[in-house]
């Protein structure tokens, strides 16, 4: 079974608007942390936001936020005021207890219009 | 400046050949990983090592191998068992969990392997 499922294969937004990207897990461990990465066309990978399983509030980074939901099990990113630069793979991950290695989703491209 | 070097950034191979990429990092960071990123496919763990002289095989290792001798190389090798090697491939690096480090991974630039 999958451990991260991303359901969005693509997304477009307006620039200057606010999207949300979805990202849900499976875990049975108590304590866990959850990452987004943005891969632009270079290939690079940027770590933007990271929330962790006790963590009381949603974690919040400039124009990004998570919202997570732990009971639902998702770890949404929201971006907002969407710029023509955040045009590209944004990757869910999750890393169980023990430092285990990060597991990622498949992704999902987003594209911003001007 | 600190950082993760992979090299080269593009490969190409004959079928029948192995390659080397390679990892090199000079941010001090114990824990070393490799992953393979195919279209539509995410990424996924190649290999990974915790300290030096110890590495753990992930989910897709068959047709690879890795060495840890040093902190701060991790070479990975892709054989000719590989059957489809044809990939982009990123190296990461983390300090590990522990009081206030969320463990994220730094990556490289990634190495584009081309099988002719």
């Known amino acids: 079974a999958q451990k991260i499922t991303q359901t969005q294969p693509g997304m477009f937004v307006q620039e200057k608007e606010a999207v949300t990207l979805d990202c849900t897990y499976d875990?049975?461990?108590?304590?866990?942390?959850l990452f987004w990465y943005k891969q632009p066309s270079s290939g690079e990978m940027i770590f933007l936001i990271y929330?962790?399983?006790?963590?009381?509030q949603n974690a919040t980074e400039g124009r990004y936020s998570l919202n997570f939901q732990k009971a639902r099990k998702s770890a949404n990113l929201v971006i907002s005021a969407s710029q023509l630069g955040d045009s590209a793979m944004y990757f869910c991950a999750m890393r169980e207890a023990g430092n285990t290695p990060l597991v990622f989703g498949k992704g999902t491209r987003l594209s911003v219009i001007a | 400046d600190g950082g993760i070097t992979q090299s080269p950034k593009y490969l190409f191979r004959k079928e029948g050949q192995n390659v080397t990429l390679s990892c090199e990092q000079n941010?001090?960071?114990?824990?070393m990983y490799w992953y393979r990123q195919d279209p539509g496919q995410g990424l996924r763990l190649i290999y990974y090592?915790?300290?030096?002289?110890?590495?753990q095989k992930g989910d897709i290792a068959e047709g690879y191998s890795v060495s840890r001798e040093k902190k701060e190389s991790f070479p990975l090798t892709v054989t000719s068992a590989q059957k489809n090697p044809t990939a982009f491939y990123l190296c990461?690096?983390?300090?590990?969990?522990?009081?206030?480090?969320?463990?994220?991974?730094?990556f490289g630039e990634g190495s584009r392997l081309t099988v002719l």
């Open positions: 941010l001090n960071h114990d824990a």
């Open positions: 929330q962790g399983s006790y963590d009381q």
């Open positions: 990461a690096s983390s300090i590990g969990q522990g009081l206030g480090n969320t463990g994220e991974l730094f």
């Open positions: 090592s915790q300290i030096v002289n110890d590495f």
């Open positions: 875990t049975s461990d108590p304590s866990y942390g």
